[in-house]
């Protein structure tokens, strides 16, 4: 069996990493060039691309033993040869591709891969926050077709090194939009940091490692908008620097919900399999629900890209001719159920006309709920308040009562 050594990129490029660093920081705090640091910040992401480096040492073995064994099974043996590195580079960008794609569609995989995304900061910094438990997630096996075709695990390796070494540069505001023909063919900082934004019509778009053409070829490129300034960060950041935390908050929520009482085994597996934000009883929002209550406040921006168009967004209750029911009956679970919290007179994501039994309106203005149509006070049962502390619905504690209707679909 062949026993092929290569250098390892990604220590080569150390030097190249410290100096980058430490130059952008001096022209971000001297205002010479636009960005941000916040040094806590900074430290838990150097935290978190040390702890990468040693999970890599104790158990990087793992998954490469793995590949090593599968190669005597290959159909194929490509050999050395410079066509054969290349070709390499460019099946394992794609590999990239539909991994970083997964990561960001199943919650299993992006439990391992929340943690880059944990920053609000956008800097040269930010492309050391790395996970410190891929191995756990099995992705590994999207190398197995590599192998099998006759590219050595040690060559997919190889090439990988110089696809991480690219994504670090790239992970900085200090570089605007560069030539319109490099844009078409590369991930650049532009496209990357519409990749860790968390506007609505940036969620889940270039998943691209080094080359920026399998998002344009897939459908998920997204172009950076100057009107829409990335806001960088996860949906709910998590308001810590604490580097466990960040690794870990994923799993220890992904565990709380898989094993809570009264679910069945597919609404379990869902927790697992099914993308972020999930929930058995559509109480929370996923990057698909988040784009269509955009679109709702936003009407223009139907179908523009990254956001779905009028029909997509489920415009409106009333013109699905849905029923609504008050916060009372809220105690029956059905899957087909979506929940949604109307604030009188406070402003609501998602503030939607609807119809309700009875004759009333919630008529939003702008998206701001105007009608009264019933009440629930703060205090009346602890049903209501877990029901916030799910945080179905945002409430602003001065207010003091809420309005919870449900929509049958």
């Not at 022209?27 to 960005?35: F, I, L, M």
């Not at 609504?324 to 919290?341: D, K, M």
């Not at 004759?359 to 205090?379: K, N, Q, S």
Request: charged content about 20%.
């Amino acid at each position: 069996m062949h026993d092929y050594v290569f250098p390892k990129v990604t220590e080569y490029a150390i030097p190249f990493f410290i100096v980058a660093m430490l130059l952008e920081l001096f022209v971000v705090r001297t205002g010479r060039a636009k960005g941000a640091f916040e040094t806590r910040d900074t430290l838990t992401s150097l935290m978190m691309g040390t702890g990468n480096v040693v999970a890599g040492i104790l158990l990087g073995f793992v998954s490469y033993s793995l590949l090593l064994w599968l190669w005597q099974y290959r159909f194929f043996d490509l050999g050395l040869s410079i066509w054969v590195f290349l070709g390499a580079f460019l099946l394992d960008d794609l590999r990239y591709y539909w991994y970083h794609r997964i990561a960001h569609r199943v919650r299993w995989v992006w439990a391992e891969h929340v943690n880059h995304h944990s920053s609000q900061h956008y800097n040269l910094s930010t492309a050391l926050r790395q996970s410190w438990t891929g191995l756990f997630t099995g992705m590994f096996v999207l190398q197995a077709p590599l192998v099998l075709l006759g590219l050595h695990p040690a060559v997919i390796a190889f090439v990988f090194g110089f696809n991480l070494v690219w994504q670090f540069w790239i992970h900085t505001e200090t570089i605007g939009k560069l030539p319109r023909w490099f844009e078409a063919v590369f991930n650049t900082p532009s496209h990357h940091r519409v990749h860790h934004a968390t506007n609505p019509r940036y969620l889940d778009a270039n998943y691209a490692g080094t080359l920026i053409v399998w998002d344009r070829m897939f459908g998920t490129f997204v172009e950076e908008l100057e009107e829409d300034q990335p806001r960088y960060g996860i949906v709910r950041n998590l308001g810590t620097f604490n580097p466990l935390k960040v690794a870990f908050h994923e799993y220890v929520g992904i565990f709380k919900d898989v094993f809570r009482p009264g679910l069945t085994m597919r609404q379990r597996l869902g927790y697992l399999f099914m993308p972020p934000g999930w929930s058995h009883d559509g109480s929370r929002e996923t990057s698909k629900s988040l784009k269509a209550a955009y679109v709702r406040r936003n009407p223009s921006e139907a179908g523009k890209p990254g956001l779905p168009g009028a029909d997509g967004a489920e415009m409106t209750p009333a013109e699905g001719s849905a029923e609504l029911r008050l916060a009372e009956q809220i105690g029956e679970r059905r899957p087909c159920l979506r929940h949604f919290c109307l604030h009188r007179g406070h402003k609501v994501l998602g503030a939607q006309h609807a119809a309700v039994p009875g004759g009333d309106v919630v008529e939003p203005v702008g998206d701001r709920v105007v009608a009264r149509i019933g009440e629930v006070p703060l205090d009346a049962g602890n049903r209501q308040r877990r029901l916030l502390r799910n945080r179905s619905c945002q409430f602003a504690r001065g207010i003091g009562q809420f309005v919870l209707v449900r929509m049958d679909r």
